[in-house]
């Protein structure tokens, strides 16, 4: 079984330009949640959907981020425009239903410098 | 003040010593307690999860929780190059019948043969 995958695995784009990124949940799964590691910093929560609804986007920073799960299958995260402190690395992860207590399944990451 | 805090590191130890990771934290209402193991240039891959106070043992992995004292601990014991990695602790809370996890920064475990 495929595990959770992210594209690009690597950006690097200048300040003021729009960066879409994607994530591919695991099969099956309901929960797609997206994180966000800044240098030196921990990983935090951005937002996390139940299929294709919005559950929590709590953590989304401010309105330059846009999250969408048409279909309730893969979900784009669009920073739109950059600002040098997006810079990090933004992790997808999915779980499979309702349980709270679920095991996350994580994505390699893909890793943003804004310049 | 954050809500989780752990010592970055990074730690260096060889191979064969027993390591102790550890972290606090401040929010009560925390009810699931996890450690995730990152290797470079990959995502975090669940370790050991725990409920309650106490311990748990996977193998050469124990993983222990104080409530009381608001702090959790990962013993590795017989420490193998393998091992060598990000060890993130990681604790969640019930939100909305969903779990919301809140992340340590990591410490970085090198383990020389």
């Known amino acids: 079984e495929a595990g959770v995958t992210q594209f690009p695995s690597h950006s690097v784009i200048e300040k003021g330009q729009t960066v879409t990124l994607r994530c591919d949940p695991i099969?099956?799964?309901?929960?797609l949640y997206w994180y966000r590691r800044v240098m030196g910093k921990e990983i935090k929560f951005l937002l996390h959907f139940v299929k294709e609804s919005k559950q929590d986007e709590s953590g989304m920073p401010n309105n330059r981020f846009l999250a969408e799960r048409t279909g309730g299958t893969y979900s784009t995260l669009k920073v739109q425009p950059a600002e040098l402190e997006d810079s990090g690395v933004y992790f997808c992860?999915?779980?499979?239903?309702?349980?709270?207590?679920?095991?996350?399944?994580f994505g390699p990451g893909t890793r943003l410098l804004v310049l | 003040q954050k809500e989780v805090e752990q010592d970055p590191g990074p730690l260096s130890v060889p191979e064969g010593a027993i390591v102790s990771l550890n972290c606090t934290y401040s929010n009560s209402a925390f009810q699931y307690f996890m450690w995730y193991r990152q290797y470079s240039r990959k995502g975090p891959e669940l370790l050991m999860y725990?409920?309650?106070?106490g311990n748990k043992e996977d193998g050469r992995f124990t993983a222990q929780v104080d409530k009381s004292s608001k702090y959790i601990s990962l013993f590795i014991r017989d420490s193998q190059p393998s091992d060598s990695a990000t060890y993130l602790c990681a604790m969640s809370l019930n939100s909305g019948g969903y779990q919301k996890v809140t992340f340590g920064t990591g410490t970085k475990l090198q383990v020389i043969p």
């Open positions: 099969s099956g799964h309901d929960n």
């Open positions: 992860a999915s779980s499979p239903g309702d349980r709270w207590r679920e095991t996350q399944y």
């Open positions: 725990t409920y309650s106070s």
